[in-house]
Every structure is written in structure tokens, then in C-alpha cells.
T-cell receptor, first 114, second 108 residues
């Protein structure tokens, strides 16, 4: 079955620690996205990638970093510079980076602070 | 700035009691409106795309409609398994903008 796999499902971060969230897709999609979901708020875009070896900052990129070395993979690192990292993180992909194309989501990673 | 407002925030329905969810939007040049279903602890599941006013899409007990200012998601004769949060997103000349969601609980 084609889809998007996010891991781990739950992640805990200590003070001063960087953590990396994994996102893998086998849909052969060019575009991939990272969103943050907080209670009572709409999804907010962190980073997006239109194609391999290219990525762009979204609305709330500070304290996060990404890489796109393979078409299938778009890992997100939450750095120690992100002072309020507790949230539900969602990875998505679409055939191409056009707003007419629906985005398809993984099942998320919930990040908490120890 | 594109804006998406969903109402009501929360809705409790008796099984079989039909209702509608509203997604009002302000966007420069609508290029697509999307509805998703999200279960607790899961990612959003894509339901529908609507591209132009007057367009309608249906899937089982769900029907989505679109006007120039808003979209409705009609739930006909809902069942408990329709309990979820329904998200609306709009794409215009900027990046996709999401609403906060309509949380629906269907009581047996």
C-alpha cells in the first residue's frame, strides 16, 4: 500500500537536545511538507520541498531544519533553538507543489518535553 | 492574507440527525478547497477537493459543496463512526491555509 510513514509515533526531548523526526513516502510524490499542529490552531507550515535537494522555509521555520537527499525521505530536526517544541508534527506529500493538488498526510509524531 | 474560518467549532449529533459544517474563506484567487477528516492521534485523511463555485462532491454520508465565499460539508444520517474533526483548507495565490476544524461527535 502506498502511503506516508512517520516515526516515531511519540518522542521526548530533553533540554538542549536536538531530535529528528522521520518521514518516508512511497507515493512517488515530488513535493513534501512539514506542519505543526497545536490544540485550537490550524496546521502551520514549517518547511516544504518541491524537489530533491531543494527546500524552502514555511511560516514557522525558526528552530527547525530539514534535508531532502532522497525523493522518498524528508526528515525534520527540532533543534534546541525551538523553545516551545511540544506539538503534533505532521508530514505530508503531494504529486507536485501546486495548491490545486491535494496533500496526503502521515499519522504524525507527538513531541513532548521531558 | 488568506483566512479560513470553520463553524461550529464543536457539534454533538444524535445518530441519524443530519447537519452541516461551514468553512468560510477569504482568499485571493481560489484554486482549490480541500476537506479532510482527522481522528484523534492520527493524521488528516483526504476527503474532497472542490475547485469552482457550484461544484459538489459526495462520499457515503458526506457531501461537500462550494460557493464563492464558503463551503459546506453536509453529513446525512450520521453514524457514530463519523465522529471526527473535519478540517478545511484553501489554496489561492499563497500557500495552503487551514482552518481550526469542526469537531463532530455522533451519539448512538
Amino acid at each position: 500500500d502506498g502511503g506516508i510513514t512517520q516515526s516515531p509515533k511519540y518522542l521526548f526531548r530533553k533540554e538542549g537536545q536536538n531530535v529528528t523526526l522521520s518521514c518516508e513516502q512511497n507515493l512517488n510524490h515530488d513535493a513534501m511538507y512539514w506542519y505543526r499542529q497545536d490544540p485550537g490552531q490550524g496546521l502551520r507550515l514549517i518547511y516544504y520541498s518541491q524537489i530533491v535537494n531543494d527546500f524552502q522555509k514555511g511560516d514557522i521555520a525558526e528552530g527547525y531544519s530539514v534535508s531532502r537527499e532522497k525523493k522518498e525521505s524528508f526528515p525534520l530536526t527540532v533543534t534546541s533553538a525551538q523553545k516551545n517544541p511540544t506539538a503534533f508534527y505532521l508530514c505530508a506529500s503531494s504529486i507536485m507543489d501546486r495548491v490545486e493538488q491535494p496533500q496526503h498526510f502521515g499519522d504524525g509524531t507527538r513531541l513532548s518535553i521531558l | 492574507e488568506d483566512q479560513v474560518t470553520q463553524s461550529p467549532e464543536a457539534l454533538r449529533l444524535q445518530e441519524g440527525e443530519s447537519s452541516s459544517l461551514n468553512c468560510s474563506y477569504t482568499v485571493s484567487g481560489l484554486r482549490g478547497l480541500f476537506w479532510y477528516r482527522q481522528d484523534p492521534g492520527k493524521g488528516p485523511e483526504f476527503l474532497f477537493t472542490l475547485y469552482s463555485a457550484g461544484e459538489e462532491k459526495e462520499k457515503e454520508r458526506l457531501k461537500a459543496t462550494l460557493t464563492k465565499k464558503e463551503s459546506f460539508l453536509h453529513i446525512t444520517a450520521p453514524k457514530p463512526e463519523d465522529s471526527a474533526t473535519y478540517l478545511c483548507a484553501v489554496g489561492g495565490n499563497n500557500r495552503l491555509a487551514f482552518g481550526k476544524g469542526n469537531q463532530v461527535v455522533v451519539i448512538p
